[in-house]
């Protein structure tokens, strides 16, 4: 043996080197290495500093259920990935990595002095040590603990590898490449179906992998998979999440075991596989043993120090101690030993053990130490020794060694099975939990499903000790330093579910989402509340339960491609003219044209001024737009509206309101009829698409009797908004075949005919309170339309005027925008929208709501306008409103500003705001504290220009 290099034997292959750096020094291994693998053969036994104590951590598995040897692997400019398992990263030349959460050094880490004041860092500490005083939670403590704890730190340059992503249907998926899902995948390729088999390691194999003697027939297995061409064999792929009908979701490894230059292509795949059964084949994973000493470098699962032997060729130490409950423990030495691995003992607590493990053990010279349990391990940064004693509570007996290895016995995989809605039973003989039933068509193999050949032995992981629980430094989870006697604090606090428990201790959380201490912290919590495991419950899986990168998941959908940015006919040309743009939406919106040296508010002012006294122009084409056609097209849009629309004759448009079935506004706009059986709809720039499915919904689902069609046609129309005193002119000698007079085209109606010679369907509507039009032409023909316009404008001094302008002008006369305005849980009334609702019909979306109780009860929050007693002082959006400003935190707060702005013609500040009971308080002074004070305003009419409505005759 070389350093800790067994002499031969293992997968790797020793002809070809791999050298990489860790921590900055220069390391090396063999082809076929993982990391972990490659440092330990070069006597690493630090890998890691724990999250909160930042005890030194090293190996705990060999697999995804590590959770201490996290790193950072650096594979250049903006491809530094961090939280990496360090026996699941890949070696190869160049590769770059180091450990996470110390300061300076992971061998001298300065922050490890949190270990010495342990005591004061119960589980739970943060919920009552930094309770007072409250305001120094966010400026002193959060920062520090920030600091302080945590795992790897994020990326700070953008990412220029990219991801790719794609669907695949098959008959078979199996997931788990082990030699049950092996089989279950050769004997579903028998039948001639699509199959498909992943599995999240470098090489298909799972537990025969560490079993020299299934290698042969492992490879034969592999040769005929990859032989049938009906079978894809996708290694270095984890399955995430499985969803409704079998359609489970895995992410694929494609380069990141490459060099750079090696790397070609996308650096991972999201696959999205839609299955008629799935098979999972995931195996188990053992679990550690929880005693004084656990987590000390050094101490890991038998499992992992037999797999680093047999498969990579490493002896995890020179002299080992195998702690078990377990057969497998036993199998495990055993096989370590043929391997050239020293066994200096196993220590079993149990006294019944079978006599032919006891044998194998003698005849290979093991001290076996029956009826015996670890009390404590001695060593910091390694293991020195082991202290044992009969039952756990004996006279000591120290043991000396460099590795210790435990054998808890084993946890089926069962996330995915409960991501399908699994349900589990609770098998004491295991002590584990096993699948039940499922609605999917769905089944486990092998260890997965509790079909195992690991032998016999104890179900809990707690071993007894001479200390009592609250004194011990036995951990649970070794990642977020949870010990045992933090499960008994938490059943001491009063929580009793495991949910709570978990919450309370931060057991199983984070990166390592349980894998190795679930099932323990499951187990201590039921023997101290002295009831079954079965009535504490169990913590829900949640995809994904291995961590991805966000890349993989994001596939293309990134920068460019993370949101589609859809631009008008119109976008070129208010660039050309110096528009300032903001997204709304999926839309990019000219928010103002600045002249000169103009900031935003100057802009804004000069904008809203011309279009009061002159006109001004504004590109309304991201209204959504629908077109619903068909004889039952007006009984179609009276049950979807709150106001009637049978009645409406064509010609003529009305504001339309669109409930939920909750009751609650979700969405506005002004619609027209042009004929008996067709109308144009418009609806507000993020709902167009929201309101088409759920429009689509009902017709297709509840309404399926009615003959109407409903049709998109957002960007089929450009709209151009006219709107000003002098609207009339400008648009005068443009428009063909319409009577523009007040008395031919009163507001709120709709005309068709022409204009610069294109077809028009041309609106007389104002969301500014002046007199308005809205220019509707196919949008082929918008640019040229909206040049014509703007061209005769000019001789009436009009401008082009963006959505902030657009935002003041329908806030001074009190016009609500949805999502702003509203907050998924105001209704008509609170809204102040009333009169929108149609008294006498028998029904429509969400009448039956508006009768509920608490939608009726007073005191509800309602929409009213703030006039702050300071004429300049402009409120915040989102800012909360209290009564008392001087009431003890934390204050009562009555509601929030919704809408805000300084308006040019008005001269002062107005807002809109959520108010409970608003409406009976008008005339009232209330209180908005800011950071730099508290700005007083009074509660008024959510109108504030015009309220006769006089000036939209021009």
Not at 161 to 187: K, M, Q, S, W
Not at 345 to 354: E, F, G, K, T
Not at 630 to 652: C, H, I, Q, V
């Amino acid at each position: 043996m070389s350093g800790f290099r067994l002499a031969d034997g293992g997968r790797i292959d020793r002809r070809t080197k791999r050298n990489f750096i860790f921590d900055g020094k220069a390391r090396w291994g063999y082809a076929g290495d993982s990391l972990a693998s490659a440092l330990l053969a070069q006597g690493q036994m630090l890998f890691g500093r724990s999250f909160k104590y930042h005890r030194p951590r090293g190996i705990l598995g060999a697999g995804v259920e590590e959770p201490n040897a996290l790193v950072t692997v650096d594979r250049g400019p903006g491809r530094v990935t961090p939280n990496l398992r360090a026996p699941s990263v890949a070696i190869h030349d160049g590769l770059k990595a180091r450990s996470q959460n110390r300061f300076p050094t992971l061998k001298t880490d300065l922050i490890a002095v949190n270990n010495v004041f342990s005591a004061f860092f119960p589980a739970g500490f943060y919920n009552k040590t930094f309770m007072w005083p409250r305001a120094a939670w966010e400026k002193v403590y959060e920062p520090i603990i920030r600091r302080l704890a945590g795992l790897g730190d994020s990326p700070t340059t953008r990412d220029p590898d990219h991801y790719d992503a794609t669907y695949a249907h098959c008959e078979t998926l199996v997931v788990g490449a082990g030699p049950a899902g092996i089989a279950a995948a050769l004997e579903a390729a028998a039948s001639g179906g699509r199959v498909i088999l992943i599995d999240e390691q470098e090489e298909i194999g799972g537990g025969a992998l560490s079993d020299p003697v299934q290698w042969a027939w492992l490879a034969e297995a592999s040769a005929k998979l990859a032989a049938m061409d009906n079978v894809t064999v996708l290694p270095r792929t984890t399955a995430i999440g499985h969803y409704h009908q079998n359609f489970v979701v895995a992410a694929q490894r494609l380069t990141d075991h490459l060099t750079v230059d090696e790397a070609e292509g996308p650096r991972e795949k999201l696959w999205r596989i839609r299955a008629g059964e799935v098979i999972l084949a995931m195996g188990a994973i053992e679990r550690p043993l929880v005693f004084e000493g656990n987590d000390v470098p050094g101490v890991m699962l038998a499992s992992a120090a037999k797999t680093f032997a047999l498969r990579y060729g490493v002896s995890v130490g020179r002299k080992l101690v195998v702690m078990a409950v377990h057969d497998s423990g036993w199998r495990d030495a055993l096989a370590l030993h043929k391997a050239g691995v020293n066994i200096a003992a196993i220590v079993d607590l149990r006294r019944d053990v079978s006599s032919e493990l006891i044998e194998g053990a003698r005849e290979a010279r093991i001290a076996c130490y029956q009826g015996y349990a670890v009390t404590s391990v001695s060593g910091g940064q390694a293991v020195k020794g082991v202290t044992i004693a009969l039952a756990g509570v004996g006279k000591g007996q120290h043991l000396d060694c460099d590795a210790v290895l435990m054998a808890g016995g084993w946890t089926p995989t069962v996330h995915l099975w409960s991501h399908a809605k699994g349900s589990l039973r609770w098998d004491e003989a295991w002590g584990a939990f096993l699948p039940n039933k499922t609605h999917e068509n769905l089944r486990c193999v092998g260890a997965c499903a509790g079909a195992w050949d690991f032998g016999k032995g104890l179900s809990g992981g707690l071993l007894p000790a001479p200390k009592p629980l609250h004194e011990s430094k036995a951990f649970v989870d070794f990642q977020n330093d949870v010990k045992a006697r933090d499960i008994g604090l938490a059943v001491q606090e009063g929580f009793r579910s495991i949910e709570h428990i978990k919450r309370y201790t931060t057991n199983g959380m984070a990166t390592d989402q349980g894998k190795t201490s679930n099932l323990n912290g499951l187990q201590i919590a039921s023997g101290v509340l002295h009831r079954p495991v079965t009535e504490i419950g169990l913590t829900t899986f949640r995809p994904p339960y291995t961590p991805q990168s966000f890349g993989a998941i994001l596939g293309h959908h990134k920068e460019a491609l993370f949101q589609p940015l859809r631009k008008t006919v119109i976008d070129d040309w208010a660039a050309e003219h110096g528009a300032v743009y903001e997204n709304v939406a999926q839309w990019r919106r000219a928010r103002y044209f600045p002249q000169g040296s103009e900031d935003m508010d100057a802009a804004v002012a000069r904008e809203c001024r011309t279009v009061r006294s002159a006109v001004g122009v504004f590109d309304a084409s991201t209204l959504g737009k629908i077109e619903v056609v068909g004889p039952d097209a007006a009984e179609f849009l009276n049950r979807m509206y709150t106001n009637p629309w049978k009645s409406l004759e064509p010609g003529r448009c009305r504001y339309g309101l669109l409930l939920g079935e909750h009751g609650f506004i979700i969405d506005d706009g002004v619609s027209a009829r042009l004929a008996p059986d067709r109308f144009h709809l418009t609806t507000t720039t993020g709902g167009a698409a929201r309101v088409l499915n759920m429009m689509e919904d009902f017709l297709q689902t509840e309404w399926s009797d009615l003959d109407v069609w409903l049709t998109s046609t957002t960007e089929q129309w450009a709209v151009i908004a006219v709107q000003g005193p002098k609207a009339r002119r400008v648009i005068a000698s443009l428009v063909e075949g319409i009577d523009l007079s007040p008395e031919a085209f009163p507001h709120m109606s709709v005309r068709e005919g022409q204009i610069c010679g294109v077809p028009t369907r041309l609106f007389r509507v104002s969301f500014t309170g002046e007199l308005g039009f809205e220019v509707n032409v196919p949008a082929e023909h918008g640019r040229m339309v909206w040049e014509a316009i703007w061209a005769e404008g000019q001789k009436h001094g009009a401008v082009p005027y963006g959505t902030e302008t657009m935002h003041v002008l329908r806030a001074e006369k009190g016009f609500i925008i949805v999502g702003q305005d509203t907050d998924g849980t105001v209704t008509p009334d609170d809204a102040g929208l009333g009169w929108a609702v149609g008294k006498k019909k028998p029904d429509f979306v969400g009448k039956r709501s508006l009768a509920r109780p608490d939608i009726v009860a007073p005191g509800r929050k309602q929409l009213v306008g703030l006039l702050t007693d300071d004429p300049q002082a402009v409120l915040e959006e989102g800012a909360q409103i209290v009564a008392d400003p001087n009431q003890p935190v934390p204050m009562t707060m009555l509601g929030h500003v919704t809408s805000s702005y300084h308006s040019a013609t008005l001269g002062r500040s107005i807002a809109m705001a959520l108010v409970a009971g608003g409406r009976d308080r008008m005339g009232d002074t209330l209180h908005v504290p800011m950071p730099g004070g508290v700005i007083s305003a009074k509660v008024v009419a959510p109108m504030f220009y015009d309220a006769e409505g006089s000036r939209l005759n021009g």
